[in-house]
T-cell receptor, first 115, second 113 residues
Framework: NAGVMQNPRHLVRRRGQEARLRCSPM?????VYWYRQLPEEGLKFMVY????????ESGMPKERFSAEFPKEGPSILRIQQVVRGDSAAYFC?????????????FGEGSRLTVL | GNSVTQMEGPVTLSEEAFLTINCTYT??????LFWYVQYPGEGLQLLLK?????DKGSNKGFEATYRKETTSFHLEKGSVQVSDSAVYFC????????????FGSGTKLNVKP
């Protein structure tokens, strides 16, 4: 049973370009979370999605950032017109539908560097 | 609302020393509590968890007890190793509110030989 898969692991973009980060949750998981981690800092919640639905996007900047989790395929976090401040590690995590279990499984992260 | 507060780091210990990382929480319901560990350059891994009051989670020599009366979930290990050097995150999940998760700010542990 493969874990949470994120790609790319490393991404370099110039200011103004677009970054697309992909996350495939664990098999059987239909809930996905995205977190951002700046160097030497903690995790900042960005968005929580279920298949075809955004449940909570309160942590995501209103501009330039968007997320989706289509019926088929991975979840995608999209950052348009990147700026240097977007440089960070972006982690995806998934959880089963069983709310009593409540354990998050994390991917290895995608590290975005904006030049 | 829900939140998690954990002690600031870094915490520096010598090998075989006793470790405590404090974690307290506020919650409106009956959360599950977790400790995650992050090694350099990697994602977070679940270290242990507890789903109800008085439960003790344990793994790899680490332990934490869900204390409802003190709203705490302190992480302990009797004898740390250099390989335990990592960042430790305390977290809770609100199973009532769409399964939202709340993380502490993380505590960096450095263990010296």
């Amino acid at each position: 049973n493969a874990g949470v898969m994120q790609n790319p692991r490393h991404l370099v973009r110039r200011r103004g370009q677009e970054a697309r980060l992909r996350c495939s949750p664990m098999k059987g998981h239909s809930h996905v979370y995205w977190y951002r981690q700046l160097p030497e800092e903690g995790l900042k919640f960005m968005v929580y999605l279920q298949k075809e639905n955004i449940i909570d996007e309160s942590g995501m900047p209103k501009e330039r950032f968007s997320a989706e989790f289509p019926k088929e395929g991975p979840s995608i976090l999209r950052i348009q017109q990147v700026v240097r401040g977007d440089s960070a590690a972006y982690f995806c995590a998934s959880v089963t539908d069983n709310l009593n279990t409540g354990e998050l499984f994390f991917g290895e992260g995608s590290r975005l560097t904006v030049l | 609302g829900n939140s998690v507060t954990q002690m600031e780091g870094p915490v520096t210990l010598s090998e075989e020393a006793f470790l405590t990382i404090n974690c307290t929480y506020t919650a409106t319901g009956y959360p599950s509590l977790f400790w995650y560990v992050q090694y350099p350059g990697e994602g977070l891994q679940l270290l242990l968890k507890a789903t109800k009051a008085d439960d003790k989670g344990s793994n790899k020599g680490f332990e934490a007890t869900y204390r409802k009366e003190t709203t705490s979930f302190h992480l302990e290990k009797g004898s740390v190793q250099v390989s335990d050097s990592a960042v430790y995150f305390c977290a809770l999940s609100d199973r009532v509110n769409f399964n939202k998760f709340y993380f502490g700010s993380g505590t960096k542990l450095n263990v010296k030989p």
